[in-house]
Every structure is written in structure tokens, then in C-alpha cells.
């Protein structure tokens, strides 16, 4: 069977138009929100300590908070995507159509990642501007990115196939997302934290994620690389496995 | 000859327990225009959904020009064009984006897309609305982009779900003369409808379905043989025509 590629852009090319309708909501507000960590942390707080593995205090949180904004970016725009698609029963213009579920799958998250990238990009401009980006691996950041957004679109789609109301959308937003991102290490390293809390550290996924970026743009790294290119690669296929079967079988869709 | 669309023993029970469609069973030939008559909840929009990917049929069989349409699902629906019973539609989309996108969906080229997609827009008098957001247009606009989305990948069945529902008389007219136009060329249409003047008019194999089940089917003549016409027919097949009876003879 060969791949509907005009099928797949036009899930895309759809989207673009979507999103240009709400740019406040999908390209001026994680700028500002990045802008106001860089200010606070950066400068605010970052004025108070020294440096952290020899660098400006900066330069150590700006990777964190590029994470932080490519997650908030792919979660977000899968289940806004999903959900209002689902809300309006405009998915069913999809669901009629002779794309795969794997096509379907393909065409939402090339959006999340297109997404997360310019998100990233965004925030990067921003860091230039206060001179804190340093690039030590494109190769091992694009990975991160691609991955890390994958990842969260993925929860995002099972987020917006199970949710029957908007308040359903932020229950992981609140109870899981904020809070793991939080203490993932975006503002600290693990040497930071009392011995008693480290096992926290390492048993969240955030922050493999946060070091793994860290480590493609400054060459720091406090856990190593295969563990979490092992455990962010093994994360995206298990996601992308339940998320094809949820399409295969019409849950929250076909039902 | 392999009919354009074979069902057999399909059922469908919704996650709430209601069971939609209890054991419907039909075939429509190849060209032919076939009305797929009900009562509100019969079962005909839920059939549909089945037929054409929206729901997932509970068991049973569907069949498009011999496709199968779960496992060979993206083989049949390109043989499918849909008008819903709902508008199921981006409402802050415009007209020509809503009847485009469908199209890339299918898989048409830009060219092509751009060729039937202006044919479309101009059949249906939707040029001075092409750019307008779907919301701010009327009803009756409404549903001419839901027929011209439907139509745009020259479908071999065409499924018409309720599709004058609402809609002007001169639309209704119009719509009737172009699906015969369709039909004439060899598009095999389904259409379900309230109107009995409508399935009178333009269909040439009646089915009635009730409770989620055929409870009558066959050519259309068949239903003019008997006094009361279709009308009549449609009552007594429903359960209603005692009702009706005794009402009128009050």
C-alpha cells in the first residue's frame, strides 16, 4: 500500500492554517513565557549564583526551559487538535477519508514536531539575544526535540480520545506534566538536591529529557547519554504502539 | 455483477448498551439510486456511519464494490463520498478550504483538486461564499458545501444522509436534477430522507428500515401497487398505520 503524502500534507497544510488563526495562543505565548523565565532565572536569580558546572546560571537554565516549552507545545497541540477535531466532529472528515490510522497518527505528530521545533527555534532567538545558547551537538539536539515531542503528542492524542470534557484536557497538564517538569531539573542540577531526594531525580523521565537537551546544547550531562536516548526512544515507540491501536480499534473515535 | 454495496447482518451497539442497529441486511445494485427510509432512530444514520468508517460496526459485514470496508477500509472509502446528517465541519473553515481539504484527503493533486473544487463551488452557487467562514453562512449554504465536500472525489457511491434537510425549495429542485444527472452517469447513490416525495421522485429501490431492522425492501413500483402509495406502505411497515387509521377516521 503506498503512502497518501497529499493526504498527510493536507492534515498539515490544514493545521498551519488553524494555528494562524490562534498565534497568540500557539507562537507569542511560550515566547513570553520563556522570555519571562530567561529574565527572572537568568538575571533575577541567576544574579545570585555564581555559575553551575562552569557556566552563567543562564546558560545552564535555558535548555531546561526549551524542554519545558517543546512538552507544554506538543502536548497542547495534540489534544487542541484532537479534541476540538472530536468536539466538532470535523475528525470525521478524516475518519471517511482513504488515509491509514498510521497516516492519521503520522499527520498529527509531524504538526506537534513542526510545532515543537518552531517553539524551540523561538526560544533559542530569545537566548541569543541574552548570548546563553550554546550548540554542542545539532545532531543529539534535534533528537531531543524530535523525540521529546513525539512523546508528549502521543499522551496528548490518548489525553484527547479519553477526555469527554475540557477539563479533562489539563488533568496531566496539572498533576503530572508541571509538577515532574518541575523538579526534572530545569533549575538544578542533581548534585543540588539532598542525597535522600536524588532517587526522585532519576526516576523522572524530565529529567533525562532536560539533561539529554543539556547535554546537545552545552555538552553537560549528569546521567548517561543511553540511558536516556534508551528510555526517550523506548517511551516514543510504547506511546506510538498504543496510540496506533487505540486508532485501529476506534477508541474515543469510532465508538 | 458486484453490487455497489453489500451489507449483511450488520449490528451495532453503542458503548451506552442502545443497540442502533439490531440486523440490517441489504444490497444495492450497481447505479442504482436507492432510498434507505426510517423513522428518527431507525438505525439509517448509524448504518451509515458503519458504511463509511465513522462507527465501527459491532458485527455484520459491509461490502463496496466487493471491498470490505474494515479490513480493506482505505480501499473502500475511496470508492465512498459522504453528506452527514450533521454538519461536521471546522465552522471557522471557509468553503473552498472545507471542499479542498477533502480532497487532499483523497489523495487528488493540487491541479485536479483545484479543477473540481471550482466546478464544485461553481455548481452549487457557492462563488461569492467560497471565502466566507462556514459559520457566518446560512443553512441552506451550509449544507451545499457539506454536498460539494461530498462529492469532490468523484465518488462511485454517493451516500446522502438527510441531504434537503432544512434546505430552499429552488435548492431542493436543483440538488434533485443534479443527483439525477449524477445518477445518469453512472454514480450509485444512497439517499435516506423524511420526504416521501423526494424517494417517490428520485429513487429506484426503497428499503425501509425500523428498529434497527429491514422490515421492507424492494423496487419502487412494488410500493405503488399497493393503495396509499409509498405513504401507506412506509406506515404499515413502521407499525403506524393502525395508528394513522384510526386518527384519521376520528
Same mark, same amino acid.
Given at each position: 500500500?503506498?503512502?497518501?503524502?497529499?493526504?498527510?500534507?493536507?492534515?498539515?497544510?490544514?493545521?498551519?492554517?488553524?494555528?494562524?488563526?490562534?498565534?497568540?495562543?500557539?507562537?507569542?505565548?511560550?515566547?513570553?513565557?520563556?522570555?519571562?523565565?530567561?529574565f527572572?532565572?537568568?538575571?533575577?536569580?541567576?544574579?545570585r549564583?555564581s555559575?553551575?558546572?562552569g557556566?552563567?546560571?543562564?546558560?545552564?537554565?535555558?535548555?531546561?526551559?526549551?524542554?519545558?516549552?517543546?512538552?507544554?507545545?506538543a502536548?497542547?497541540?495534540? %489534544?487542541?487538535?484532537?479534541?476540538?477535531?472530536r468536539?466538532?466532529?470535523?475528525?470525521?472528515?478524516?475518519?471517511?477519508?482513504?488515509?491509514?490510522?498510521?497516516?492519521?497518527?503520522a499527520g498529527?505528530?509531524?504538526?506537534?514536531?513542526? !510545532?515543537?521545533?518552531?517553539t524551540?527555534i523561538?526560544?533559542?532567538?530569545?537566548?541569543?539575544?541574552?548570548?546563553?545558547?550554546?550548540m554542542?551537538?545539532?545532531?543529539?539536539f534535534?533528537?531531543?526535540?524530535? =523525540?521529546?515531542?513525539?512523546?508528549?503528542?502521543?499522551?496528548?492524542?490518548?489525553?484527547?480520545?479519553?477526555?469527554?470534557?475540557?477539563?479533562?484536557l489539563?488533568v496531566?497538564?496539572?498533576?503530572?506534566?508541571?509538577p515532574?517538569s518541575?523538579?526534572?531539573?530545569?533549575?538544578? %542540577?542533581?548534585?543540588?538536591?539532598?542525597?535522600?531526594? !536524588?532517587?526522585?531525580?532519576?526516576g523522572?523521565?524530565?529529567?533525562?529529557?532536560?539533561?539529554?537537551?543539556?547535554?546537545?546544547?552545552?555538552? =553537560?550531562?549528569?546521567a548517561? %547519554?543511553?540511558?536516556?536516548?534508551?528510555? %526517550?526512544?523506548?517511551?516514543?515507540?510504547?506511546?506510538?504502539t498504543?496510540?496506533?491501536?487505540?486508532?485501529?480499534?476506534?477508541?474515543g473515535?469510532?465508538? | 455483477?458486484?453490487?455497489?454495496?453489500?451489507?449483511?447482518?450488520?449490528?451495532?451497539?453503542?458503548?451506552?448498551?442502545?443497540?442502533?442497529?439490531?440486523?440490517?441486511?441489504?444490497?444495492?445494485?450497481?447505479?442504482?439510486?436507492?432510498?434507505?427510509?426510517?423513522?428518527?432512530?431507525?438505525?439509517?444514520?448509524?448504518?451509515?456511519?458503519?458504511?463509511?468508517?465513522?462507527?465501527?460496526?459491532?458485527?455484520?459485514?459491509?461490502?463496496?464494490?466487493?471491498?470490505?470496508?474494515?479490513?480493506?477500509?482505505?480501499?473502500a472509502?475511496?470508492?465512498?463520498?459522504?453528506?452527514?446528517?450533521?454538519?461536521?465541519?471546522?465552522?471557522?473553515?471557509?468553503?473552498?478550504?472545507?471542499?479542498?481539504?477533502?480532497?487532499?484527503?483523497?489523495?487528488?493533486?493540487?491541479?485536479?483538486?483545484k479543477?473540481?473544487?471550482?466546478?464544485?463551488?461553481?455548481?452549487?452557487?457557492?462563488?461569492?461564499?467560497?471565502?466566507?467562514?462556514?459559520?457566518?453562512?446560512?443553512?441552506?449554504?451550509?449544507?451545499?458545501?457539506?454536498?460539494?465536500?461530498?462529492?469532490?472525489?468523484?465518488?462511485?457511491?454517493l451516500?446522502?444522509?438527510?441531504?434537503?434537510?432544512?434546505?430552499?425549495?429552488?435548492?431542493?429542485?436543483?440538488?434533485?436534477?443534479?443527483?439525477?444527472?449524477?445518477?445518469?452517469?453512472?454514480?450509485?447513490?444512497?439517499?435516506?430522507?423524511?420526504?416521501?416525495?423526494?424517494?417517490?421522485?428520485?429513487?429506484?429501490?426503497?428499503?425501509?428500515?425500523?428498529?434497527?431492522?429491514?422490515?421492507?425492501?424492494?423496487?419502487?413500483?412494488?410500493?405503488?401497487?399497493?393503495?396509499?402509495g409509498?405513504?401507506?406502505?412506509?406506515?404499515?411497515?413502521?407499525?403506524?398505520?393502525?395508528?394513522?387509521?384510526?386518527?384519521?377516521?376520528?
Open positions: 500500500m503506498t503512502i497518501n503524502w497529499i493526504g498527510l500534507w493536507t492534515m498539515i497544510r490544514r493545521e498551519i492554517q488553524r494555528l494562524a488563526r490562534v498565534p497568540i495562543q500557539a507562537v507569542v505565548a511560550p515566547l513570553i513565557s520563556a522570555l519571562l523565565f530567561i527572572i532565572f537568568g538575571f533575577v536569580v541567576g544574579g549564583i555559575s553551575i558546572g557556566y552563567r546560571y543562564l546558560e545552564f537554565v535555558l535548555p531546561g526551559v526549551v524542554m519545558m516549552n517543546i512538552v507544554n507545545a502536548f497542547l497541540q495534540a %489534544t487542541s487538535q484532537i479534541y476540538f477535531q468536539f466538532q466532529k470535523s475528525i470525521e472528515e478524516i475518519l471517511v477519508s482513504p488515509l491509514s490510522y498510521v497516516e492519521m497518527i498529527t505528530i509531524s504538526i506537534v514536531i513542526l !510545532r515543537s521545533v518552531f524551540a523561538g526560544i533559542m532567538l530569545i537566548g541569543v539575544a541574552f548570548g546563553a545558547v550554546h554542542h551537538s545539532v545532531a543529539e534535534l533528537f531531543w526535540v524530535i =523525540f521529546v515531542s513525539m512523546i508528549f503528542g502521543f499522551l496528548g492524542i490518548i489525553v484527547a480520545l479519553w477526555a469527554k470534557t475540557f477539563e479533562q489539563n496531566l497538564v496539572v498533576f503530572f506534566i508541571t515532574l518541575m523538579v526534572g531539573g530545569v533549575f538544578n %542540577t542533581v548534585a543540588m538536591l539532598p542525597g535522600w531526594l !536524588r532517587w526522585l531525580a532519576y523522572n523521565p524530565f529529567f533525562y529529557f532536560i539533561n539529554g537537551l543539556r547535554h546537545a546544547m552545552l555538552g =553537560f550531562n549528569e548517561p %547519554t543511553t540511558i536516556g536516548v534508551t528510555l %526517550t526512544v523506548a517511551l516514543a515507540a510504547v506511546l506510538g498504543i496510540v496506533w491501536r487505540l486508532y485501529a480499534i476506534g477508541w473515535l469510532r465508538e | 455483477m458486484t453490487p455497489a454495496l453489500e451489507i449483511s447482518h450488520l449490528r451495532k451497539v453503542y458503548k451506552s448498551g442502545t443497540v442502533a442497529v439490531e440486523d440490517v441486511s441489504l444490497t444495492v445494485r450497481p447505479g442504482d439510486f436507492f432510498g434507505f427510509l426510517g423513522p428518527n432512530g431507525a438505525g439509517k444514520s448509524t448504518t451509515i456511519h458503519c458504511i463509511t468508517g465513522i462507527t465501527n460496526p459491532t458485527s455484520g459485514t459491509i461490502r463496496i464494490f466487493g471491498v470490505d470496508a474494515v479490513a480493506d477500509y482505505r480501499n472509502r475511496k470508492l465512498v463520498g459522504l453528506s452527514p446528517q450533521e454538519f461536521n465541519v471546522d465552522p471557522f473553515a471557509n468553503a473552498r478550504n472545507i471542499v479542498d481539504w477533502m480532497g487532499g484527503y483523497f489523495g487528488m493533486r493540487a491541479a485536479e483538486r479543477k473540481r473544487v471550482d466546478m464544485l463551488i461553481e455548481r452549487f452557487d457557492l462563488v461569492p461564499h467560497a471565502s466566507k467562514p462556514f459559520r457566518e453562512l446560512s443553512g441552506g449554504l451550509k449544507r451545499r458545501v457539506i454536498l460539494a465536500r461530498a462529492m469532490v472525489n468523484d465518488p462511485k457511491l451516500i446522502l444522509d438527510e441531504p434537503t434537510a432544512g434546505v430552499d425549495v429552488e435548492l431542493r429542485m436543483d440538488l434533485w436534477r443534479y443527483l439525477q444527472e449524477l445518477n445518469r452517469d453512472g454514480t450509485t447513490i444512497l439517499l435516506t430522507s423524511h420526504y416521501l416525495e423526494e424517494i417517490e421522485r428520485l429513487c429506484r429501490t426503497i428499503a425501509i428500515v425500523h428498529n434497527g431492522r429491514i422490515v421492507r425492501d424492494g423496487p419502487k413500483e412494488e410500493f405503488f401497487t399497493e393503495p396509499g409509498l405513504e401507506r406502505a412506509y406506515l404499515a411497515a413502521t407499525g403506524k398505520a393502525a395508528e394513522h387509521t384510526a386518527v384519521a377516521a376520528r
